[in-house]
């Protein structure tokens, strides 16, 4: 399974997600930001390779709708609601993740 998180500026949240849920067997993990100064910013091949699409905040959606509406057509996309609080690879952050992913992975 392929999956890509989505935050702002790629430096926090989602590169945290990629590199938690890279070491799990049978998924395949990306990273990428919305912001024009993201650490890697999002491009539609991305989203292309992905069979699901998590991303951190509801503006987040909005805005992925907004600027990649035409790749989105089948693909599921969930708002994990975690706010930009947290450092990259924080135990809490990892905590929340893996709370949230894990059972919407089982489902998939």
Sequence with gaps: ????????RNRLRSP??????????????????LDRDAEMPLESEA????????????????????????WLKSKRVICLDIPDEYDYMEPALIDRLKKKVLPLLKTF
């Design 47 to 70: 989203i292309e390779r992905a069979d699901i699409i998590f991303v951190m905040e509801k503006s987040h959606r909005k805005k992925l709708m907004q600027q990649f509406q035409p």
């Design 16 to 33: 945290t997600a990629e590199a938690i849920f890279s070491a799990y067997e049978g998924l395949e993990v990306e990273s990428a930001g």
């Design 1 to 8: 399974m392929k999956v890509l998180f989505i935050c702002s």
